[in-house]
């Protein structure tokens, strides 16, 4: 590599390289933490207004410090592991949810340019990600020797098994428009349209990947694995201190992982549409970080909303919702937009 006039050896290059990759993780991984911490936050006092409510309003002004009072609380608290418990794998498996869905965040590019792993299978590597921060849940039932762990457990993997088929299936039309896996790429390819985005040609596949990303991150309306009127609190009933902590930032996190996801997949990621620019040439100067965080806490707002005005469903409403009407649905969209792209393109 040459600098300035002077060549640099490769090993330098390669240093190089991974200490602008560890920084990138480290703004991330930051970034994203401090967004768990206010996610809890703003759903508390968003769902409190809902209800005619405050929310929290007593650590710092309006409450803007709880989240720390909370993470502070969680760290000194004691960590408890019942005595029949399967004390190794009690222990693992609240680290496996964090550790998936952080990691899924390193394929999510935030504006043009900006990924950690910019892979051509991004969007299987999401999957991938997906499936195995389960695993976490499915072990916590089974380790805590408990009857509502174990439920809950059971609940959850049966859930993530149903409701991962018709998500992976909402997506297959948006990797026949754009032609690609690559997340950057499927932002790009959105440009081509004068509305710039999937959502209008994919706005079956956009409600059926929301559906299922509610239920793959097991919130309301069906928060089942973890329902507090019959299971208490379901897989981590047993757990206390920060490993409780962990489950419940690994939720936060997969809600603004799947928030990306939907932003990326069909509402143009970081780019406007070319003709509200045309219309507006103001709005090219906004940085794009800037429209897709926007269009993320829109999505996190869409979480808090459902959670405050939708009752839980039953687990056989669940379990139908998936395959008699999710699936269908799924599949029809693949059909539908295979056939318009082969005539289009002809």
């Not at 502070?72 to 550790?99: G, N, W």
């Not at 991004?122 to 439920?151: C, H, Q, R, T």
Request: hydrophobic share 55%.
């Amino acid at each position: 590599m040459n600098v300035f006039g002077m060549t640099v050896p490769a090993g330098f290059e390669l240093a190089t390289s991974i200490a602008i990759i560890i920084v990138k993780i480290a703004v991330i991984v930051a970034v994203t933490m401090l967004h768990v911490l206010y996610a809890t936050y703003f759903e508390r006092k968003v769902i409190g207004h809902m209800q005619v409510r405050l929310g929290p309003m007593r650590v710092g002004y309006h409450g803007i410090l709880q989240p720390f009072a909370d993470g502070i609380k969680l760290f000194f608290k004691e960590d408890v592991v019942p005595a029949e418990a399967d004390k190794t794998v009690f222990k693992i498996a609240p680290i496996i949810p964090v550790f998936a869905t952080l990691s899924a965040v390193a394929v999510i590019p935030f504006f043009d340019g900006f990924v950690i792993a910019n892979i051509n299978v991004g969007l299987l590597y999401l999957f991938a990600m997906s499936s195995l921060a389960a695993y976490g849940v499915i072990m916590a039932g089974w380790a805590s020797n408990s009857k509502y762990s174990f439920l809950g457990g059971l609940r959850s993997s049966a859930q993530v098994i149903s409701y991962e088929v018709p998500m992976g299936l909402s997506l297959v039309g948006v990797m026949l428009l754009s032609g690609s896996l690559n997340l950057t790429e499927i932002v790009k390819a959105q440009q081509q349209y004068w509305f710039g985005m999937y959502l209008i040609p994919q706005f079956l596949g956009y409600f059926v990947f929301m559906v299922s990303a509610f239920a793959e991150t097991n919130r309301t309306p069906f928060d089942l694995p973890e329902a507090e009127s019959e299971l208490v609190a379901g897989y981590f009933v047993e757990y206390s201190g920060m490993r409780f902590a962990f489950y419940y930032a690994a939720e936060y996190i997969g809600m603004i992982v799947m928030s990306c996801v939907a932003v990326i997949c069909f509402w143009g990621g970081w780019t406007l549409p070319p003709v509200l620019v045309d219309a507006v040439p103001a709005l090219a100067a906004v940085p794009g970080i800037v429209w897709f965080l926007a269009k993320v806490y829109f999505h996190v707002f869409l979480y808090y909303w459902v959670r405050a005005t939708v009752p839980r469903y039953r687990y056989d409403q669940l379990m139908s919702l998936g395959w008699k009407v999710l699936l269908p649905l799924a599949l029809a969209n693949i059909v539908v937009t295979s056939v318009v792209k082969f005539f289009a393109g002809s």
